[in-house]
């Protein structure tokens, strides 16, 4: 069974903080994404990856930063955390397009 | 600004019916059409994807796809109250070909 993992469901962290969310898939997929979905706004490209130390910004990557040291793992920064980017953050990986997403994790910023 | 556009909703429809749900884009070169279902509290799930004019079954699915339009539909078939879900469509756009979605289409089967 196809997974995508990522490491937290519920995280809550503080303005100006450092955060770090990772996702894990295990299909050898070349193309990672990482999206956030906001209520009225739907599901928005923040980066994605289509190999391994290769990434692209999506349509919002302002404030976040992104890794991908190995094909498995992709990893979101914040860099200095705010309050607007409190949100439902989703991975996803797939062949081209996203074909599989994980769990999400919610993200709180105080 | 390349958008993809779907009616909100709620759209109620009897146990058993046809569940129609609508979706036009503005970039008249998007070559690819993605639904994915969500239901409440999880992630999208692809469901179904077509790329050529016309129809394209997968089981109670049917997707059709109409580019002089501009026009994208999910058919679903003998719905059934685990239908209901927000139904996302994705259009392949953006300058690098990433995926645009629209902010989904609830749909709620009444038993």
């Known amino acids: 069974d196809v997974k995508v993992t990522q490491s937290s469901r519920y995280l809550v962290k503080r303005t100006g903080e450092k955060v770090f969310l990772e996702c894990v898939q295990d299909?050898?997929?070349?193309?990672m994404f990482w999206y956030r979905q906001d209520p009225g706004l739907g599901l928005r490209l923040i980066y994605f990856?289509?190999?391994?130390?290769?990434?692209e910004k999506g349509d919002i990557p302002e404030g976040y930063s992104v890794s991908r040291e190995k094909k498995e793992r992709f990893s979101l920064i914040l860099e200095s955390a705010s309050t607007n980017q409190t949100s439902m953050y989703l991975c996803?990986?797939?062949?081209?397009?996203?074909?599989?997403f994980g769990d999400g994790t919610r993200l709180s910023i105080l | 600004q390349k958008e993809v556009e779907q009616n909100s909703g709620p759209l109620s429809v009897p146990e058993g019916a046809i569940a129609s749900l609508n979706c036009t884009y503005s970039?008249?070169?998007?070559?690819?059409f993605f639904w994915y279902r969500q239901y409440s509290g999880k992630s999208p799930e692809l469901i179904m994807f077509?790329?050529?004019?016309g129809d394209k079954e997968d089981g109670r699915f049917t997707a059709q796809l109409n580019k002089a339009s501009q026009y994208v539909s999910l058919l679903i078939r003998d719905s059934q109250p685990s239908d209901s879900a927000t139904y996302l469509c994705?259009?392949?756009?953006?300058?690098?070909?990433?995926?645009?979605f629209g902010k989904g289409t609830k749909l709620s089967v009444k038993p």
């Open positions: 990856s289509y190999d391994v130390k290769m990434k």
């Open positions: 994705a259009v392949r756009g953006g300058s690098q070909g990433n995926l645009i």
């Open positions: 970039d008249r070169g998007s070559q690819s």
């Open positions: 299909m050898d997929h070349e193309n």
């Open positions: 077509i790329y050529s004019n």
């Open positions: 996803a990986s797939g062949y081209n397009q996203p074909q599989h």
